[in-house]
């Protein structure tokens, strides 16, 4: 009599079963190949027209085309008709170039930290999953990329999903410690912070990437003179440092908002959250208080609350976002993150709107969702740009990226 092949598996508890599952989709993984031997991001950029170049840059569309007609600058790519395609490494050189042939506006071209100018570390905190913490920092730090600043994304979240949206998957590309665990734990198995810095599709965009090992470091004095130590390591290739904080007040959150020079709060326009914020605002200071004995007073340059997913024709949104303002005055950003389709339907594919093509959502949800995402972050470039005391503030309007389909050809 054949015995059923199904039959062992049927006899199987529920635990022998997740496991057997679970190690067939290792075996597979580990089969693709060593991290090691892989490019160091699954993903890749996509090249931006002439049109959203000039924008981007801040220049005319006619003068890009008249330096690639001259042979001036970086060389793009032609593309059906003659349309002209720069990578974001081309459009980093082309910002190079000028800077040196029109030096009066250099600092426009060319936002870089100058000698003198501090290191911002920005915290994105907030008490709970759901806060879009992951989202800010994801649009906040790939859109100082575009801008040109050097930004390097630390994800303090052991579900690493800001290290996915970047194009690292925690569950086979990332090896153990090679978080930031790595280089804050207190054995002799500390390694250095430029060993666990990975590079992502986007030029000037760095990660620093997260995974569970995160979970369980108890020891908080230690943890954040080293995790200001980790970040003194690398201070001169950044301009500016994101920090996705935990959803929840561990070790990490404390450490990260005591090495922040500044702290982003992203708020849902609704009462729960508004009312989760004060409770966390409340818990940290807690924290702080405590640690202030032992270290220098935390003095902040901006503190800010951001309001996202935002649905500007809801009332008791309205409501919400007004009361916001009026409890927190200038505290919170004027420009909110609205409530998009657009933004939720890239996220599906691991995408953000800066990274997708046209057509890959609707096109009034897509300008919208642009709209919204670079008024936020020309705000945070202004103060950016007050912290380092430069005489550029509104700049960083005339740079926001146009939504693509609003761009001739």
Same mark, same amino acid.
Request: charge should be neutral.
């Given at each position: 009599m054949?015995k059923?092949p199904?039959?062992?598996?049927?006899?199987?508890? =529920?635990s022998?079963r %997740?496991?057997?599952?679970?190690?067939?989709?290792?075996d597979? #993984? &580990?089969?693709? !190949?060593?991290p090691?031997?892989? *490019?160091?991001?699954?993903?890749?950029?996509?090249?931006?027209?002439?049109g959203?170049?000039?924008?981007i840059v801040?220049?005319?569309?006619?003068?890009?085309r008249q #330096?690639s007609?001259?042979g001036? $600058?970086p060389? *793009?790519?032609? $593309?059906?008709?003659g349309r002209?395609?720069?990578?974001?490494?081309q459009?980093n050189?082309l910002?190079a170039?000028?800077?040196?042939?029109r030096?009066?506006?250099?600092?426009? %071209?060319?936002?870089r930290?100058r000698?003198g100018?501090?290191?911002q570390?920005?915290?994105?905190?907030?008490?709970?999953?759901g806060?879009?913490?992951?989202?800010?920092?994801?649009?906040?730090a790939q859109?100082l990329?575009?801008q040109?600043?050097?930004?390097?994304?630390?994800?303090l979240d052991?579900?690493?999903? #800001?290290s996915?949206? #970047?194009?690292h998957?925690?569950e086979y590309?990332?090896?153990?410690n090679? =978080?930031?665990?790595?280089?804050?734990?207190c /054995?002799d198995?500390?390694? &250095?912070?430029r060993?666990?810095?990975l590079q992502t599709?986007f030029e000037?965009l760095?990660?620093?990437p997260?995974?569970e090992e995160?979970?369980?470091?108890h020891?908080?004095?230690?943890?954040?003179s080293r %995790?200001t130590?980790?970040?003194n390591?690398?201070? !001169?290739?950044y301009?500016?440092?994101?920090i996705?904080?935990? *959803?929840?007040?561990?070790?990490f959150?404390?450490?990260?908002l005591?090495?922040a020079t500044?702290m982003l709060?992203p708020?849902l326009?609704l009462?729960?959250?508004?009312?989760?914020?004060g409770y966390?605002?409340g818990? +940290?200071k807690?924290?702080i208080?405590?640690m202030?004995?032992? $270290?220098?007073?935390?003095n902040? /340059?901006?503190?800010?609350?951001?309001?996202?997913r935002?649905?500007?024709?809801?009332?008791?949104?309205?409501?919400v976002? $007004?009361?916001?303002r009026?409890?927190?005055?200038? /505290?919170v950003?004027e420009?909110?993150?609205?409530?998009?389709? +657009?933004?939720a339907?890239a996220?599906?594919?691991?995408?953000?709107?800066y990274?997708?093509?046209k057509g890959?959502?609707?096109?009034?949800?897509?300008?919208?969702?642009?709209?919204?995402?670079?008024a936020v972050?020309?705000e945070?470039?202004?103060l950016?740009?007050?912290?380092?005391r430069?005489?550029?503030? !509104?700049? &960083?309007?005339?740079?926001?990226?146009?939504?693509a389909?609003k761009?001739? *050809?």
């Amino acid at each position: 009599m054949l015995k059923d092949p199904e039959c062992k598996v049927k006899s199987e508890t =529920t635990s022998e079963r %997740f496991e057997r599952h679970a190690a067939a989709i290792a075996d597979r #993984l &580990s089969a693709l !190949g060593d991290p090691v031997d892989v *490019p160091p991001a699954m993903k890749a950029l996509r090249s931006f027209s002439s049109g959203e170049v000039a924008h981007i840059v801040g220049v005319s569309d006619g003068y890009l085309r008249q #330096l690639s007609l001259d042979g001036l $600058g970086p060389m *793009p790519e032609l $593309g059906t008709a003659g349309r002209r395609f720069y990578t974001l490494r081309q459009i980093n050189e082309l910002r190079a170039y000028l800077a040196q042939v029109r030096p009066k506006e250099a600092l426009k %071209f060319w936002p870089r930290r100058r000698e003198g100018e501090k290191l911002q570390v920005i915290a994105v905190a907030n008490l709970r999953g759901g806060s879009a913490k992951t989202t800010t920092s994801f649009y906040l730090a790939q859109g100082l990329a575009l801008q040109g600043y050097r930004v390097l994304a630390i994800d303090l979240d052991p579900q690493a999903s #800001l290290s996915a949206m #970047l194009g690292h998957f925690s569950e086979y590309r990332v090896r153990w410690n090679t =978080t930031l665990y790595g280089a804050v734990r207190c /054995d002799d198995q500390r390694v &250095s912070m430029r060993s666990v810095i990975l590079q992502t599709h986007f030029e000037s965009l760095d990660l620093v990437p997260g995974n569970e090992e995160l979970i369980g470091f108890h020891r908080v004095r230690d943890c954040v003179s080293r %995790f200001t130590s980790a970040i003194n390591q690398v201070e !001169g290739d950044y301009d500016v440092v994101i920090i996705d904080s935990p *959803p929840r007040m561990d070790v990490f959150t404390i450490c990260a908002l005591y090495a922040a020079t500044s702290m982003l709060v992203p708020v849902l326009p609704l009462m729960a959250n508004v009312a989760l914020t004060g409770y966390f605002l409340g818990y +940290a200071k807690k924290y702080i208080e405590h640690m202030e004995p032992v $270290g220098a007073p935390l003095n902040y /340059d901006f503190l800010k609350f951001m309001v996202i997913r935002h649905d500007p024709r809801d009332v008791s949104e309205q409501y919400v976002v $007004g009361l916001l303002r009026d409890l927190l005055g200038t /505290d919170v950003l004027e420009a909110t993150v609205w409530k998009s389709t +657009a933004i939720a339907d890239a996220q599906v594919n691991v995408q953000s709107l800066y990274e997708i093509k046209k057509g890959a959502v609707g096109r009034l949800a897509y300008e919208r969702a642009m709209e919204s995402l670079n008024a936020v972050n020309a705000e945070v470039i202004d103060l950016l740009s007050e912290v380092w005391r430069r005489s550029v503030r !509104g700049v &960083s309007q005339d740079r926001q990226l146009p939504p693509a389909d609003k761009v001739k *050809p």
